[in-house]
C-alpha cells in the first residue's frame, strides 16, 4: 500500500497542479478522506461524481429523516445540474453516529459500491482516532473510497487527508450571472505528505471534473509549492485548521499570519 | 366473561362489575362469575347493584381493551395452527385440520389449550366441530349434536328466536327440515345462510388473522429455552428446514418470519424482508442478528420459549445460483446483500433513493422514496451553463427578509438565520407559477426565483412569493435551497 508498492493505486486527480502533485498523482480512491467546512457537501458530491468507478454512491447521514433537518435535503434535480446521476446516489438516514458507523462498516465490505459518504452533524465526538483508523482501515482493505463530511473543529483523526472546503466568489457571466460553482479548497493535513495548501477550483460538470480557477479549461496549471496565503489572503488562513504532526507548515503559517 | 377475567386476575373470588355509561346512567356491561353469584347481571343499573352489594368492585368497560386482549390471545394460539382467528366477542376459532397429530391427538391438544388459557386466568369452553360456526355454536351452548342446539345459535335476533318458536320449531334439527326457500321467504336470508353455516352445507372462510404462509417450519422444546445461544441454534434449524423446502420448490423467500412462543402465552415476533429472493442460511442467520440487535425492545425470554416457528409468508422463483464470472450479476448480488443487511439493521423505510416528478414546483419535483424500484431518467442539464438548481433543498422554504431596490427588482440584501448576506451577483427572476389548475379559484401566489451569490461566495436559491402589485401589496421572500 505504500509508495514502494508495484501496481499503481487507482487514485483521483483533484486539479491536475499542484494539489495532485502533492498527493503524489492524486486522491487515494483506496482511502479514508475528511472534508470539512461550509462547502463540504459539494465538495463530497463532486469527488465523488468525478470518481470514475461505476456502482451506487451509499450516502450514510446520522442524521433521522435523509438530511431533512437544518441543511434541508439532497435535492435530485441539484445533483444532476452538477453532471451526476441522482440515480445513483442511495441515501442512508442512520439515526445517529454509532448506526451511522456500523452501516459504515458493512457498506465498506461491498466493492460494488462506487463510493462510501458519511455525513455527520455537529461535532461527532464518537468519531475519534480509533474508529477514523478503523474506517481508514476498511477502505484501504476494501478498496473502497470513503468520504468522511464532519462538522465542528477539526479532531484527531487516521484519515489520510483532511480537507476544508468553503464556497468562494463565482466567476461572472453575462449579465453579471454568477458562474459555474467555485470552491476555495485547502489540503489542511495529509498523512506522509505535503499538505496545507489552498486551492480554488471551479466545477466544468460537463466533464465532471475541476479546474483550477483562473484558468481556462484543459491549460496546464504550474506547479510548485505556494504557502498557503498568498491565493486567497488573510481570509483563508483563518479557517485553516490547526495541523498537528506537520511541523513545516506550521511554521510556513505562523509566517504568513505574521506578515 | 374475558372482559372481566382479564382484570380480576389478582382476585377471581371478589365481585366485578364493568360499568359504562348510558343516557347518563352507569349501566353494568358485564359482571364476574362472583358477582354474577350474588345475582348482579348485565343491564342493571350500578346505583341497583351498589344498593345490593354495597362493596362491589367497578371498573370501567373497555370493548377495545377486550378485542385486544382477545387478539393477543389468538396471536398466541397460532401454536396450535397457523388458522387462527379471533371470534369478538368472546370466541377464539383455531383450523385445526391437519394439525392434531402434532399434539397427540384432538383430546390433547384441547387439553393443552384449556390448561394454557386458565394459566393466564380465563375459563374456557372447548368445543371441536367440522364448521366454525358449529363449533363457535358448540362452545356458546354446548351440546353435541347440531340438530339439538337451540335457536340462538342460529340467529342472535330475539325477534327471529320469537318467530321460529311460533312456527312450532324449537332446536336446529327442526329448522334444517324445512325446504330453504321458504325459511328464507319466511326469516330472511341471513337465517338460511347462519343454517348452511352450521350444517356444513356451506364453506365458510375463516380468514385468519395471519395469512397462511406457503412455507413454515417450527420446533418444539420439552423445557422452555431462555438462552440466546439456544435460540439462535434453533433457528439455524429453522432455516436450513425453510431451505430444504424453499429448494424443493425452486423458490427463495422475500420475507421470513420468526414467532417466538414464550411459555406464558406471549408471542414475539421478528421478521427480516430481502430485496430479493433469498434461502442461503448464513446471509438469513446474519440478517436475523442484525435485526434482533436492532429491536428497540430487546426480546425477553421471560420464562423460556417453548416453542418457534418460521414461516416464509412471502416467495418467489429464485433460480438455482451459480457463481457467474460476469462481474455484473457478481455486483448486483453485494449490493442486494448490502441493502438487506442495511434494511435489517436500520429498517427498510431508512434507505431511500432520489426520485423524480413531472412537476414544476420544485419541492414536489425531487424527493426521496424507498429505494427500490426503477430509477428515473433526469434531464442532461444544459452544456456550459451554470447549475440552475440547488444541492440541498429546504422543505417548507425558509422565510428571510430581503432588501430589493424595487418591490418586483433582484434582492439586493437579505437576511437569514440572524445573519445579514449582501447579494453581489444575481440571476433571474425564474418565474414559476403555482398549479393554478389545480385549485377551484385558480389562485395560488406565482414564485420568482433568483440564483444570488453573497460576498462571501455563498450561492443560494431565493424566491419571492407572489407578484408584487398584481397578486400581492407586500411580497414575501424564502430561501429555497444552497447551492454548492
Keep these: 500500500m505504500g509508495p514502494g508498492a508495484r501496481v499503481p493505486l487507482p487514485r483521483l486527480a483533484v486539479d491536475g497542479g499542484r494539489l495532485d502533485a502533492a498527493l503524489n498523482g492524486g486522491l487515494l480512491l483506496a482511502g479514508c478522506h475528511e472534508l470539512y467546512g461550509p462547502a463540504a457537501t459539494a465538495f463530497a458530491l463532486m469527488l465523488v461524481l468525478a470518481c470514475p468507478r461505476p456502482g451506487p454512491i451509499l450516502w450514510i447521514s446520522d442524521g433521522h429523516n435523509g438530511g431533512r433537518g437544518e441543511d434541508g435535503r439532497l435535492h435530485g434535480d441539484g445533483i444532476a445540474e452538477l453532471g451526476g446521476d441522482p440515480a445513483r446516489l442511495w441515501l442512508v438516514a442512520a439515526g445517529g453516529v454509532v448506526p451511522m458507523l456500523r452501516a459504515a462498516s458493512e457498506a465498506q465490505a461491498c466493492p460494488a459500491l462506487a463510493a462510501v459518504v458519511l455525513e455527520s452533524h455537529g461535532e461527532a465526538r464518537a468519531i475519534d482516532l480509533t474508529v477514523t483508523r478503523r474506517l481508514q482501515l476498511a477502505a484501504a482493505g476494501h478498496g473502497v473510497f470513503t468520504l468522511l463530511l464532519r462538522g465542528g473543529a477539526p479532531r484527531p483523526s487516521a484519515a489520510l487527508t483532511r480537507w476544508q472546503a468553503t464556497a468562494a466568489p463565482a466567476r461572472r457571466l453575462a449579465a453579471d450571472a454568477p458562474g459555474p460553482p467555485r470552491l476555495a479548497i485547502t489540503l489542511a493535513r495529509q498523512r506522509g505528505g505535503p499538505a496545507d495548501m489552498s486551492q480554488l477550483l471551479e466545477w466544468n460538470r460537463d466533464r465532471r471534473r475541476f479546474v483550477a480557477a483562473g484558468q481556462s479549461a484543459g491549460q496546464p496549471i504550474p506547479i510548485g509549492p505556494v504557502p498557503i496565503g498568498t491565493a486567497f489572503g488573510r481570509r483563508l488562513t483563518h479557517h485553516a485548521p490547526p495541523h498537528p504532526g506537520a511541523g513545516a507548515a506550521v511554521a510556513v503559517h505562523a509566517k504568513a499570519v505574521a506578515a | ?484
Excluded at chain 2, 367497578?58 to 388458522?83: E, H, I, M, Q, Y
Excluded at chain 2, 438487506?340 to 420544485?362: N, T, V
Aim: net charge neutral.
Design chain 2, 1 to 484: 366473561m374475558l372482559s372481566t377475567q382479564r382484570l380480576s386476575r389478582p382476585d377471581p373470588e371478589a365481585p366485578l362489575l364493568l360499568v359504562a355509561s348510558d343516557r347518563g346512567r352507569q349501566i353494568v356491561r358485564a359482571a364476574n362469575a362472583a358477582a354474577l353469584a350474588q345475582g348482579l347481571a348485565p343491564g342493571l343499573a350500578l346505583a341497583d347493584a351498589r344498593a345490593a352489594v354495597p362493596d362491589v368492585a367497578v371498573a370501567p368497560f373497555d370493548p377495545d381493551g377486550d378485542a385486544a386482549c382477545l387478539d393477543w390471545l389468538a396471536r398466541g394460539a397460532t401454536r396450535w395452527s397457523p388458522l387462527v382467528r379471533a371470534g369478538h366477542p368472546h370466541g377464539l376459532l383455531i383450523d385445526i385440520t391437519g394439525c392434531a397429530h402434532l399434539f397427540g391427538g384432538e383430546a390433547s391438544l384441547v387439553a393443552d389449550a384449556v390448561t394454557r388459557l386458565v394459566r393466564l386466568g380465563f375459563t374456557a369452553q372447548p368445543a371441536l366441530a367440522a364448521t366454525p360456526a358449529a363449533a363457535m355454536a358448540f362452545a356458546r351452548f354446548g351440546g353435541e349434536r347440531v340438530a339439538d342446539l337451540s335457536l340462538a345459535a342460529l340467529s342472535e335476533l330475539e325477534s327471529v328466536q320469537i318467530a321460529l318458536r311460533r312456527a312450532g320449531l324449537r332446536r336446529v334439527g327442526d329448522v334444517a327440515r324445512l325446504p330453504r326457500a321458504a325459511l328464507a321467504s319466511r326469516f330472511g336470508t341471513a337465517l338460511v345462510a347462519a343454517l348452511d353455516q352450521l350444517l356444513e352445507a356451506a364453506p365458510e372462510p375463516l380468514d385468519p388473522l395471519l395469512p397462511a404462509a406457503p412455507v413454515a417450519a417450527q420446533r418444539r422444546f420439552a423445557q422452555p429455552v431462555g438462552n440466546h445461544d439456544a435460540v439462535r441454534a434453533a433457528l439455524h434449524k429453522l432455516l436450513l428446514a425453510v431451505q430444504v423446502k424453499l429448494a424443493a420448490r425452486g423458490q427463495g423467500g422475500r420475507r421470513f418470519a420468526l414467532a417466538l412462543y414464550r411459555s406464558d402465552g406471549h408471542v414475539a415476533e421478528v421478521a427480516v424482508e430481502t430485496a430479493a429472493p433469498q434461502r442461503d442460511v448464513p446471509i438469513l442467520l446474519r440478517l436475523f442478528d442484525e435485526r434482533i440487535a436492532a429491536l428497540n425492545d430487546p426480546l425477553d425470554p421471560g420464562f423460556g420459549y417453548d416453542l418457534l416457528r418460521l414461516a416464509v409468508p412471502v416467495t418467489a422463483p429464485l433460480a438455482e445460483a451459480q457463481l457467474g464470472l460476469d462481474g455484473g450479476a457478481l455486483a448486483e448480488t453485494q449490493l442486494t446483500a448490502l441493502v438487506d443487511r442495511l434494511a435489517a439493521r436500520l429498517g427498510r423505510g431508512r434507505l431511500r433513493r432520489l426520485a423524480r416528478a413531472d412537476s414544476h414546483i420544485p419541492e414536489q419535483a425531487s424527493f426521496d422514496l424507498p429505494l427500490g424500484g426503477g430509477a428515473d431518467a433526469w434531464p442532461a442539464p444544459e452544456p456550459g451553463e451554470p447549475p440552475a438548481r440547488p444541492i440541498r433543498l429546504f422543505d417548507p422554504p425558509q422565510p428571510i427578509e430581503v432588501l430589493a431596490e424595487v418591490p418586483d427588482g433582484p434582492p439586493r440584501r437579505f437576511r437569514w438565520r440572524a445573519r445579514v448576506h449582501d447579494v453581489t451577483a444575481h440571476e433571474g427572476p425564474e418565474r414559476i407559477a403555482a398549479a393554478w389548475w389545480r385549485r377551484k379559484d385558480g389562485a395560488g401566489l406565482t414564485r420568482d426565483y433568483w440564483r444570488v451569490e453573497d460576498s462571501q461566495g455563498r450561492r443560494y436559491w431565493l424566491f419571492r412569493h407572489g407578484l408584487y402589485e398584481r397578486e400581492t401589496a407586500a411580497p414575501r421572500w424564502y430561501l429555497h435551497g444552497l447551492f454548492a
